[in-house]
């Protein structure tokens, strides 16, 4: 079953302006990632946050992690149309051992108008 | 630096027949995943491996075996292809020698069973 849920699931804006993704997810974490999909393309790792953070930053990108309330954020400023990609968060946990996994969500399709 | 290498790109099958999928990372990484990706659900985690000769379930595994028998190499097999597989498939691997790193994806094989 699916851990983490984004939402919105669609989101179209102007360039220029900021994108606001949120996920939430059910159970304990060690941390959560963010990734982006061009069309057609693999995913590429955005960033990073620890269960012990509570924000981060990576140029444009500020990813925020809630662990009270299960979720995070992932705020994209002044937006280009090169942004304008699926983005997906992924809980990882190491369930004991070597096991360790992400979870991914269903996704955020970002359209950024020029 | 190829970083994840997948073969082949795309694929047509019909019911029945069988095929192998290769995955190969240059990274020395220990850990290896197979995903799959179908429309509006997201990435789920088909078998994944936490180092050379071993093998593990994940999510969805019926219908898929894999092989393991070089760190580099990540094999996933269809026996007997059923329309239900026609998905696009995901490798990744991952340095989880320190904790918190991020998988590295290839660019997918898109399959489709007829």
């Known amino acids: 079953s699916q851990q983490g849920e984004e939402d919105p699931q669609a989101l179209s804006i102007q360039e220029g302006e900021n994108a606001t993704m949120n996920c939430s997810y059910k159970?304990?974490?060690?941390?959560l990632q963010w990734y982006r999909q061009n069309s057609g393309r693999g995913l590429v790792h955005l960033i990073l946050?620890?269960?012990?953070?509570r924000e981060k930053h990576s140029g444009r990108l500020r990813v925020t992690l809630d662990t009270s309330k299960k979720s995070s954020s992932l705020l994209i400023t002044a937006s280009r149309a090169a942004d304008t990609a699926s983005y997906f968060c992924?809980?990882?946990?190491?369930?004991?051992?070597?096991?360790?996994?992400?979870?991914f969500g269903k996704g955020t399709l970002l359209t950024v108008n020029p | 630096n190829a970083g994840v290498t997948q073969t082949p790109k795309f694929r047509v099958l019909k019911t029945g027949q069988s095929m192998t999928l290769l995955c190969a990372q240059d990274?020395?990484?220990?850990?290896m995943y197979w995903y799959r990706q179908d429309p509006g659900m997201g990435l789920r985690l088909i078998h994944y491996?936490?180092?050379?000769?071993?093998?593990a379930k994940g999510e969805v595994p019926d219908g898929y075996n894999v092989s393991r028998l070089k760190k580099q190499n990540f094999l996933l097999g269809l026996e007997s292809a059923a329309p239900s597989q026609t998905s696009v498939y995901f490798c990744?691997?991952?340095?989880?020698?320190?904790?918190?790193?991020?998988?590295?994806f290839g660019d997918g094989t898109r399959l489709s069973i007829l």
């Open positions: 992924a809980t990882g946990l190491n369930s004991g051992g070597s096991n360790y996994k992400l979870t």
């Open positions: 159970t304990s974490i060690n941390n």
């Open positions: 946050i620890r269960s012990n953070e």
């Open positions: 990274m020395n990484h220990e850990y």
């Open positions: 491996s936490v180092g050379e000769g071993t093998t």
């Open positions: 990744a691997s991952a340095d989880l020698s320190r904790r918190h790193q991020p998988q590295h």
